[in-house]
Structures are given as structure tokens and as C-alpha cells.
């Protein structure tokens, strides 16, 4: 019955704005009872408003092999596993899709029971959506700052300008603080932040640049 209301879900929202998301319910049902906590701000960009140039940032940043794989990169999990395996830590090898997954449909923290479901939700996006419309959904519930979910938020709030005129340097700085959004700030960016977009400035470029998204279509 679960696996049926999934499937239904994102055949409507493969078209229509994705409204909310676990993490942002969850951060607004927080911030009702805690005033540390701030409620969301997200403001849903359609695809082809987003500069090309966030678009590949966060591929560039994020997710290298996302034209290539279908919900789970098996050579970064496989590396991930194993470097887990030996006591080093490892970010996982999430790819954007596995990450949307969370997003959408589940919950912070580390457990096989979640990454298994992440696993499987990404590869049911990967069938019912394109590649698209997973890196739109994705940019438009990724958090980016305490408050702020998706880029249309991020770039008003954090960086002062519409999305609209997020240029190579923006779109790099707002990918850089994507592993802790709450940890790091692009407003204020510091010093590993500023190193973190140099980085991915330069993996824009070695990914192919704008020629890269044409992969997606």
C-alpha cells in the first residue's frame, strides 16, 4: 500500500511543484516549539529559470556520474562501504538522486533500515521521472542555509539577488556549504567554504561545463 501512494505521489509531482518536504515539515513542526529554530523559506524555481551554471555546481559538487547512473553510484557506495569497513570516515557516496530521496521521504542520521530505503526510493525516482526533473526537485529542496530550502530561497536570502542572476562564482558558493548548510553560511562564508568553491569551480570546468547538462536530456 506504501509502495502503491509512493508511485502515485511522484506521477503527480513529475509535472507540478513539489510543495514541502519531509525535512521541511519536519524543521516547521520543530520551530513551532523552539525559538532557536527558524521556520522554512523556499520559493519553487521551475528548471529553466535556474542558470545553467547552479544546475552544474551542484553535479559538479554532489554528484559527478549523475547522467550516468540510475539512483545509486555502485563504484562511490562500493568505495564508501569499504572505507567504512576499515574505520575511515566516508560521506556515503549519496548521489543527488539518493539525496532527493531523503529529502522527500525520510530522515536525518545513519542506518542501514534508511539507507536501504533511500536506495530503493531513488531507484523508483529514477524510473518514473527524467533526469530533469530529479535535478529541479532536487535544487528546489536542497537546504541551503538554516532557513533556507531550494535556490530560489537561498539566492534571495542568503546572497541578496534573484535567482535569475546567480552566476559561476554564486552558484559554486551556494553548492559549497550543501554538506552542513546549518554549519556553513554563504552569506558569510569562511575560509574552507571560499576553498570549497574555488574546488568546485575548477570540477565544473573538468566535467565539461554547460556541455555536461546536455547529457541530461
Not at 525535512?23 to 523559506?41: E, K
Not at 521521472?129 to 542555509?145: C, H, M, P
Not at 559554486?172 to 553560511?185: D, E, Y
Amino acid at each position: 500500500m506504501l509502495f502503491v501512494a509512493l508511485c502515485v505521489w511522484l506521477l503527480i509531482f513529475r509535472w507540478l511543484p513539489v510543495p514541502t518536504s519531509a525535512f521541511m515539515l519536519r524543521q516547521d513542526v520543530v520551530a513551532i516549539f523552539s525559538a532557536d529554530v527558524p521556520f522554512v523559506r523556499h520559493d519553487w524555481v521551475s528548471l529553466d529559470e535556474i542558470p545553467r551554471p547552479m544546475q552544474l555546481a551542484v553535479i559538479a559538487s554532489e554528484d559527478q556520474r549523475f547522467a550516468e547512473h540510475w539512483g545509486v553510484d555502485v563504484e562511490a557506495t562500493t568505495a564508501a562501504i569499504n572505507a567504512e569497513l576499515k574505520g575511515r570516515k566516508t560521506g556515503g557516496g549519496s548521489t543527488i538522486t539518493q539525496q532527493l530521496a531523503k529529502n522527500l521521504f525520510l530522515w536525518q542520521g545513519r542506518s542501514y533500515v534508511r539507507k536501504g530505503l533511500e536506495w530503493g526510493i531513488a531507484g523508483l525516482i529514477e524510473i518514473l521521472w527524467s533526469k530533469d526533473r530529479i535535478l529541479e526537485v532536487y535544487l528546489n529542496t536542497a537546504q541551503f542555509g538554516k532557513a533556507d530550502y531550494g535556490v530560489g530561497a537561498a539566492a534571495q536570502n542568503l546572497l541578496n539577488k534573484p535567482v535569475g542572476k546567480l552566476g559561476a562564482a554564486d552558484a559554486a558558493l551556494l553548492a559549497a556549504v550543501l554538506p552542513a548548510p546549518t554549519k556553513f553560511n554563504a552569506a558569510k562564508p569562511s575560509g574552507y567554504v571560499r576553498a570549497r568553491q574555488s574546488r568546485i569551480l575548477r570540477q565544473m570546468r573538468s566535467i565539461g561545463g554547460a556541455a555536461y547538462l546536455q547529457k541530461l536530456d
